[in-house]
């Protein structure tokens, strides 16, 4: 990019940032300091609203410019992607959605405490929620500071080291002055800035082809290098029955792992009852249904147009696939038209990064304020709000975030998303659908149960070839690899649900009969729903 190019993406980010931080310092003026409105913007989001701001709370710089590159570089593989994120809204529609509005207030732990012995539930629902989220956390921060660095123009250790910061910074204020409020209208406009870029681009694309998208995949398979093996599943999850288990490792983990995001369950609690959530979930079906099939005519019209080798010169991963696909687009990198919207696509992956990384500061720090503060503090020692609590959280969270993001600059990106969606779908997922459908359900049982898929998930892929044992690993001088996966997804999901059922049987309590009924009649008639 030349000093021109850079310079209108500056301005692009500088009026986003201009814009959100005066969202945020609007909010900051009319709340009230409830933990309502902090952690739930009072319960006054329309369905539409929630949809839009669920939807600009999923899709990430992941889903923007890694899918997109995966496709261009390997076809029907990559699109595959797409499909598992998508899906995964199903089981968010069918069996969470509406359940969990009825039955919590603020977090996850709410839902599973309801009928339990509250303290250790909590603290474990909370260990896990923040830990997913950290996880998250720190990978949309290693993709700020190597998705950012890269679109300026500029990917040295400064640059990255000062895009890390900044991010972190942002989503402290973001979170501490604005709340929820103002994190779901950020998300908003992300969701609009995210789906005005995509739609112009797939646009522009089907244009050059007049609307013909079978002459769009055929040159693109030309293109590639590999033929009509292109548009065939195998190119990247063929071969031995690693790969393929790896890949239904991976495809599990994002199917399930949706319905177990912290952030995500988060949103529900937003509106004012269950009906408004459920209709927010088909609103967010819609626009991320809508932006995943664009990202497959973007992937493939980047290799149709752009050509895997010049997406792969510029990033191995294939995460400029998007950018330059715009700058060809607009009349090339040189043209003004080309730098336009080069910038534009810069812009908008920075405004999703920071829309993102605001949703899950904010349920991290619900979780420590509102299930582990409001459990281990002592009876007699001096009283704070879980406001406060929460407020203070998020600049701590914010700042573990920006030292791991630091620390792990050179990690595999991809990796760390996958290891949260696996973690989400191995320790949340099982205790919450087990808190909501089964009536023996003990104390024990939810214990056993987030632990027990917790623990597998991290040490699995400390003894997988992610971290040790070869040349794209964590730590390429090492090998202590036994676990032969690099998704713990397959192994650790069915763990958790397995630990739950055990510590159910082996507990030796009766479930309080009293508690369930009364749980089951709120989740499904929203009779006594906060």
Not at 235 to 252: E, H, I, N, V
Request: glycine share 12%; charged share 10%.
């Amino acid at each position: 990019m030349t000093t021109e190019h850079q310079t209108l993406a500056l301005m692009l980010f500088s009026l986003f940032i201009a814009v959100t931080l005066g969202i945020t310092t609007w909010v900051s003026r009319n709340r009230h300091g409830s933990a309502e409105e902090f952690y739930a913007g009072g319960r006054l989001f329309s369905p539409m609203e929630n949809g839009f701001a669920i939807a600009g709370d999923y899709m990430s710089a992941a889903s923007f410019l890694g899918i997109s590159g995966l496709i261009a570089l390997f076809g029907y593989d990559g699109l595959l992607y797409s499909v598992g994120f998508l899906v995964a809204w199903l089981v968010v529609l069918f069996l969470v959605a509406e359940l969990v509005r009825n039955c919590g207030r603020f977090t996850l732990a709410d839902v599973v405490a309801a009928r339990m012995s509250e303290r250790p539930v909590r603290i474990a629902a909370g260990i896990s929620s923040v830990v997913v989220s950290v996880l998250y956390l720190v990978a949309q921060m290693v993709g700020a500071g190597s998705l950012v660095g890269l679109l300026l123009g500029n990917s040295s250790p400064v640059a990255r080291t000062l895009t890390v910061i900044g991010v972190g910074a942002l989503m402290v204020v973001y979170v501490s002055f604005g709340g929820m409020r103002a994190t779901t209208w950020i998300q908003i406009v992300k969701a609009v800035l995210l789906m005005g870029g995509a739609i112009t681009l797939t646009v522009l694309v089907l244009l050059r082809f007049h609307g013909d998208f079978d002459r769009l995949l055929t040159t693109a398979a030309e293109r590639s290098g590999y033929g009509m093996e292109f548009l065939s599943p195998g190119l990247k999850y063929g071969g031995d029955w690693t790969a393929r288990f790896d890949f239904m490792s991976l495809g599990l983990a994002l199917v399930l792992g949706t319905a177990g995001l912290p952030h995500i369950l988060s949103r529900f609690y937003t509106v004012p009852t269950a009906r408004a959530a459920r209709r927010s979930v088909v609103w967010a079906i819609g626009l991320i249904g809508s932006f995943y099939l664009m990202t497959i005519v973007l992937g493939f019209g980047a290799a149709a147009l752009v050509g895997p080798d010049e997406v792969r010169a510029s990033n191995a991963s294939g995460n400029t696939a998007v950018p330059l696909l715009a700058a060809f687009l607009g009349g090339g990198a040189e043209t003004t038209g080309g730098a336009v919207l080069f910038a534009f696509v810069a812009a908008i992956a920075f405004a999703t990064i920071l829309a993102v990384v605001a949703g899950i500061t904010l349920a991290s720090s619900a979780s420590v304020a509102h299930d582990l503060y409001a459990s281990l503090k002592r009876r007699r020692a001096r009283q704070r709000s879980e406001v406060s609590v929460a407020r203070g959280a998020a600049v701590g969270i914010g700042a573990v975030a920006i030292a791991l993001g630091l620390l792990a600059q050179n990690l595999n990106v991809a990796f760390l998303v996958g290891l949260a969606f696996a973690v989400a779908a191995s320790a949340n997922l099982p205790v919450l659908l087990y808190s909501l459908f089964w009536r023996g359900f003990t104390t024990r049982g939810a214990v056993w149960s987030v632990y027990g898929g917790l623990v597998p998930a991290v040490l699995l892929v400390l003894v997988s070839p992610v971290v040790s044992g070869s040349p794209e690993s964590l730590f390429p001088g090492a090998d202590f690899q036994f676990f032969p996966l690099q998704n713990p997804g397959i192994v650790s999901i069915p763990l958790g649900f397995l630990a739950g059922w055990l510590g159910t049987v082996t507990s030796g309590e009766e479930p309080d009969e009293a508690k369930h009924a009364e749980t089951e009649v709120r989740s499904l008639t929203g009779a006594g729903a906060v």
